[in-house]
């Protein structure tokens, strides 16, 4: 007997993933795509997403931990993985042991990273992070030109990068900066091969005429279907689906409230749906709707449905009144073709990035 009934179930397109990889690819062919995959993938699963990438073409990844790199290079054997949070204290041994990349972001990480490449036979493949512009990971300028005035950091960086701070507001000046300060500081290095964009760096207009491109792009939630910039007219695909289960529908008199603390009262005769998910399944608590503040939208069939109050921990209560036929049983559009993971995030206060990370361990997962 079966006890798997669950509130919400994801489908995941590996294909729509893979053809997004295609597509930013195409944008500037003659640099290098690799696939950020830390976070689990943005949370779709980084042992189904890393084959799907690989077999699309990709033969670089990028994660934010070693046990990520791990997994990575498990799921994608042959290829070259950057673990873009550093090298913690005595990790090198074990970095080396899973042919995992760190990126070197201080001079204490690359004397490190130095001193055990001199010991051994290890791979001495690691990057050297510059910091332009973001203040948070990364050597300063100054301390960059000091390394290569000193003769270098003791070992080949196969790859300097750098990590643009405002490249999704197109309008701030911050991005044409950092890339002028970067190519400054890679006409040190000419030797080592070297990344600038992220997925927002990747999908500007100057990318495609090679101005943010240099030899490795380095896209993360575009992969995923989400839109960096805002207002871009994004032509990645979608590849997430979430549907939520109707358990109950309810009838609500005008002038009654719903939920916790009775912040939306309802100015009609309503039909109320209470969907199984919540913010313990990943839907932020301030997706609610409340009086005079509209909240996020589920769809049932091809009828917007606004929340209503505050969204709980394992329920949402969603405004059925103008689709008649929703039922017990239905399923409702979370995320899908009406409702993109930026849709959602807006509604929540937050950005698509959150959306996806935070989907939640409770739903049936289907990939296609």
Known sequence: MTTDFPGGRLTIDL????????????????????????????????????PALADAGAGTFFVAQLSEAVTARAAAPGSAVYVLNGLPPGAAAAYAAAGARPVLGSREEIGEWAAFVASTDADPSAAIHVDTGMNRLGLSPDEFRAMRAAGGPGFAPALLMSHLACADEPERPETARQRKLFAELRALAPETPASLANSAGTLRPETSEGDLAFDLRRPGVSLYGANPIAGFASPLKPVVRLEARIIQVRDVAAGETVGYGGVERMRRPSRVAVLSLGYADGILRAGGGADGVPGAAAFVGETPCPYVGRISMDLIAIDVTDTPHAQRGDWAEILGDHVGVDDLGRACGTIGYEILTSLGRRYERTYV
């Open 15 to 50: 294909g729509a993933l893979a053809d997004n990889w295609r597509t930013l690819r195409s944008i500037s062919p003659q640099s290098e795509c690799a696939a950020v995959v830390k976070a689990d993938a943005y949370g779709i699963g980084l042992r189904r997403a890393a």
